[in-house]
T-cell receptor, first 119, second 116 residues
Framework: GAVVSQHPSRVICKSGTSVKIECRSLDFQATTMFWYRQFPKKSLMLMATSNEGSKATYEQGVEKDKFLINHASLTLSTLTVTSAHPEDSSFYIC???????????????FGPGTRLTVT | AQTVTQSQPEMSVQEAETVTLSCTYDTSESDYYLFWYKQPPSRQMILVIRQEAYKQQNATENRFSVNFQKAAKSFSLKISDSQLGDAAMYFCAYRSVDSGNTPLVFGKGTRLSVIA
């Protein structure tokens, strides 16, 4: 099946710094990517939807200036946590969907996630 | 907006036995997709099974099967011959048919323990 990678898998950063997380679709073109946040023992919370070449659509309550999302190509989306604080510590997961190729329109493929710890 | 409800925060099952995880959803759409995802301790989301709403036949994948009741908006997952590796968090999810641009709507999850 289609593969989605995330990098890094784990990152520790100091409060006030910025962290970039990459999400790549390895063998298909991802017209749409989704970013989720997951707290321990909780469900996935959708943060934003990004379509290639256009601005991301953020969910209510998600600060777009803090969580910058870029989807510049059909295989790469990035999430940058700006001026990170301890409350931003969480598990971030991306998923990718496509309307063509091996990934069918109704299927989404998940990356392995990134554990962010802000000290 | 669509909602997904999983009313069982935790379930347990003896190894080799059968367990059913419940899921209900609310939607005004007539066509959509339903999924069960497994999240083991590694936290990688793994698709277990999918159901297209326009199909009346219940989906089956080896030991995993669903009971899809469209009128009741119910989508339960049955795991037969449970194995230790089935222990994980299970999420029920809904997706509109609009291809490519709609995110999954997740339930809160059910943590499944398998007892040896």
């Amino acid at each position: 099946g289609a593969v989605v990678s995330q990098h890094p898998s784990r990152v520790i950063c100091k409060s006030g710094t910025s962290v970039k997380i990459e999400c790549r679709s390895l063998d298909f073109q991802a017209t749409t990517m989704f970013w989720y946040r997951q707290f321990p023992k909780k469900s996935l919370m959708l943060m934003a939807t990004s379509n290639e070449g256009s601005k991301a659509t953020y969910e209510q309550g998600v600060e777009k200036d803090k969580f910058l999302i870029n989807h510049a190509s059909l295989t790469l989306s990035t999430l940058t946590v700006t001026s990170a604080h301890p409350e931003d510590s969480s598990f971030y997961i991306c998923s990718a969907g496509s309307t063509s190729g091996r990934a069918l329109g109704h299927e989404q493929y998940f990356g392995p996630g990134t554990r962010l710890t802000v000290t | 907006a669509q909602t997904v409800t999983q009313s069982q925060p935790e379930m347990s099952v003896q190894e080799a036995e059968t367990v059913t995880l419940s899921c209900t959803y609310d939607t005004s759409e007539s066509d959509y997709y339903l999924f069960w995802y497994k999240q083991p301790p590694s936290r990688q989301m793994i698709l277990v099974i999918r159901q297209e709403a326009y199909k009346q036949q219940n989906a089956t994948e080896n030991r995993f099967s669903v009971n899809f009741q469209k009128a009741a908006k119910s989508f339960s997952l049955k795991i037969s011959d449970s194995q230790l590796g089935d222990a994980a968090m299970y999420f029920c999810a809904y997706r509109s048919v609009d291809s490519g641009n709609t995110p999954l709507v997740f339930g809160k999850g059910t943590r499944l323990s398998v007892i040896a």
